[in-house]
């Protein structure tokens, strides 16, 4: 990003690949889903960020595509922007700002959808890459730790998640009861909640999920496996999907996630966030009420 403040314009460039470092750019229709300025560390809203969440220049976007040559893709406001998690230039797990921006009058002909990339979980995990099958190769041997937990941790441990599982579905009822949603239910022993949106009566399924160190894959697969359950046999096909989680999950899953249809929403403690263009449309009035 560049500030033009005598000319009241801001410059974004993507580089949607190919570059040194990759802000994982991409096309989403239409749209650009473009990240924020910082390479390094978590990312904030201070700045020519501030500045596109705000729209208060006209913001001109560029695409690169050599040093000494930019293409211009057109004048754009940010419709929406979200938190998600990423890395950083040094490998590091990080808080961005993800932003959508919408075109007034593409120019430079139609603008077309980036060749998918390598998933960066999969560049840090190269034990994802597939290889062929081979019967005679025995599993790896199963690994313990030394010194297994106690008892009494593990209890701990379980208490916590139950009581922090309560408490964020405590915060969901309250948030959906402030935006105007009703006919808020829970089935024991299945959906945690499901509730009608105000204006046009739309179901959400709600899937409750606490995250903690490493347990980020592990949750986001269950709930996207509870929730397809859920919406199969208890619901209706046209119900929308939602996992709530108490703290931010990677950008990459939750890219995922919304290709099956899921919506995500991360309580901060204070006030639910909508995280993506599917959640900011399924939820847009939920995470509008402070």
């Not at 560049?2 to 190919?18: C, K, N, Q, V």
Request: overall charge neutral.
């Amino acid at each position: 990003m560049a500030s033009r403040p005598e000319m009241g314009a801001l410059l974004l460039i993507t580089h949607l690949g190919g570059a040194s470092f990759d802000y994982e750019d991409y096309w989403n229709g239409a749209d650009l889903i473009y990240t924020g300025r910082g390479q390094t560390g978590d990312q904030s809203l201070n700045g020519q960020n501030g500045q596109l969440a705000r729209n208060e220049a006209t913001n001109f976007v560029f695409k690169y595509d050599s040093p000494r040559h930019l293409h211009f893709l057109g004048v754009a406001r940010a419709k929406q922007y979200w938190w998600a998690k990423g890395l950083d230039r040094d490998g590091v797990e990080r808080r961005i700002v993800r932003f959508r921006l919408s075109f007034e009058e593409p120019r430079g002909g139609e603008l077309q959808p980036t060749a998918a990339r390598v998933d960066p979980v999969r560049l840090r995990r190269p034990n994802l890459t597939p290889r062929p099958f081979d019967e005679t190769r025995p599993p790896a041997p199963f690994l313990q730790r030394e010194e297994r937990e106690p008892p009494e941790e593990t209890l701990a441990r379980q208490e916590k998640a139950a009581h922090g599982h309560h408490d964020l579905l405590a915060a969901l009822n309250r948030a959906l009861i402030a935006s105007g949603w009703n006919i808020i239910e829970e089935t024991r022993g299945a959906i945690d909640l499901w509730a009608r949106r105000p204006g046009d009566g739309q179901r959400v399924i709600f899937e409750a999920k606490t995250l903690g160190d490493g347990t980020e894959v592990h949750q986001t697969r269950s709930a996207l496996s509870q929730l397809l359950e859920y919406r199969h046999f208890l619901g209706a096909p046209n119900d929308f999907l939602c996992l709530v989680t108490n703290a931010p999950i990677s950008d990459v899953r939750e890219r995922f996630l919304r290709t099956q249809g899921v919506a995500v929403l991360v309580h901060d403690g204070a006030t639910f966030q909508a995280v993506g263009p599917l959640a900011l449309e399924v939820l847009g009035a939920l995470v509008q009420k402070k």
